[in-house]
């Protein structure tokens, strides 16, 4: 018998009791489930960062922390965790923010906001080019931004994307490192980003980077809040740099009242929901680690602490 324990607000577990238990009934593996189990006979932690668990240290036999979340920037930096952390790559997340990043990219490329606000009744006559003629970058290729980049190709986008290490990504002109950002960013009519928060990613949106898009540019980012230098996203706005930006994810989440963001004409303000994990489909790669460190076999979605996702 192993010993999964749940590590989330309480909330969740409403959601995930089903799913998980019918996912650990798969033959092969015979598994107690429940919120509370002694810490030293725990086998695998299911967790979310926002749960009370903080101190991994009295797990002495766990195996591994499976997450919840896609992001894990607020557990990479846990020095009670030694023993190996996975992320959430779940095909009903990846569905749900391929559908919002569509949508939002559709918005801009057809310039929706005409005909939808139109106080003065214009019969203001506007072509939108056709997709083949708009190039989309995306900034992050991993799960979420190649699944995200593979839609735009077929819809006929000209899409380029953007990573840490080299891609070959079917239709996609892929660019990767320092060298490839600056060309990445010159062509990105509208901008997807797709990151990690991690040292290495923060405020990778800055004066500097949002100089180097075409003028009258649009953002769209679901990834995290640090990417974007606020004050200078507020700045290329109101200078005419970037044309509009629709921003789901913040540094301080939910977004204060007083952010400038809120009033903004320029900005739309999403509430972090471009994505949920959806549990049905989340219980499946979850499991799917579980049978794998029973087994002996690699992890899948291992998270490398070093580089922070
Ligand atoms: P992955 O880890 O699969 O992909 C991350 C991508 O970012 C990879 O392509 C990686 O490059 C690239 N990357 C990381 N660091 C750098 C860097 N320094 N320079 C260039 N590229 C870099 O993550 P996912 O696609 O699953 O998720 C992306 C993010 O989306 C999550 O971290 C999370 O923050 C956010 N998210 C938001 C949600 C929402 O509802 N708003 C929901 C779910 C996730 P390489 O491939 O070379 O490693
Ligand atoms: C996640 C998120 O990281 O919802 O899963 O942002």
């Keep these: 018998m192993i010993n999964v324990l749940f590590a989330a607000r309480p909330e969740r577990w409403n959601t995930y009791e089903t799913p998980l238990r019918d996912a650990l009934s798969a033959p092969g593996i015979d598994a107690h489930l429940s919120q509370e189990i002694a810490p030293d006979q725990v086998d695998y932690i299911v967790y979310a960062p926002n749960s009370d668990v903080q101190d991994f240290a009295p797990f002495t036999r766990a195996k591994a922390v499976l997450n919840l979340w ?14 190996p952390l996975a992320r ?31 106080p003065g009744h214009e019969w203001a006559v506007h072509t939108a080019p056709l997709a083949q003629e708009r190039d989309v970058v995306i900034l992050g290729l991993g799960a979420l931004g190649t699944a995200c980049a593979e839609v735009l190709v077929a819809l006929g986008f000209r899409v380029t994307g953007w990573s840490r290490s080299a891609k070959d990504v079917a239709g996609v002109s892929c660019l990767h490192g320092d060298a490839g950002l600056a060309e990445a960013l010159a062509r990105a009519e509208i901008a997807v980003t797709l990151l990690p928060d991690t040292p290495a990613t923060t405020n990778l949106i800055n004066a500097h980077t949002l100089a180097q898009m075409p003028r009258g540019a649009f ?5 995290r809040g640090p990417l974007i230098d606020d004050d200078a996203l507020i700045s290329a706005l109101d200078a005419g740099q970037i044309a509009h930006a629709t921003l789901d994810v913040f540094r301080t989440e939910p977004l204060p009242q007083a ?49 922070g996702y």
Excluded at 219 to 223: E, F, S
């Design 219 to 223: 953002l769209i980012n679901p990834g």
């Design 70 to 83: 896609a992001g894990v920037e607020r557990i990479t930096g846990n020095e009670t965790l030694k023993i």
């Design 88 to 118: 959430m790559v779940d095909p009903g997340l990846t569905k749900g923010m391929v559908e919002w990043v569509t949508g939002h990219v559709l918005r801009y490329h057809l310039g929706m906001d005409r005909h939808i606000v139109n």
């Design 259 to 307: 952010h400038p963001f809120w009033a903004h004409p320029q900005v739309t303000v999403t509430p972090h929901i471009a994505a949920e994990t959806r549990a049905s489909t989340a219980s499946q790669s979850i499991v799917e680690n579980i049978r794998r460190g029973e087994a002996g076999e690699p992890w899948l979605n291992l998270v490398d602490r070093d580089l």
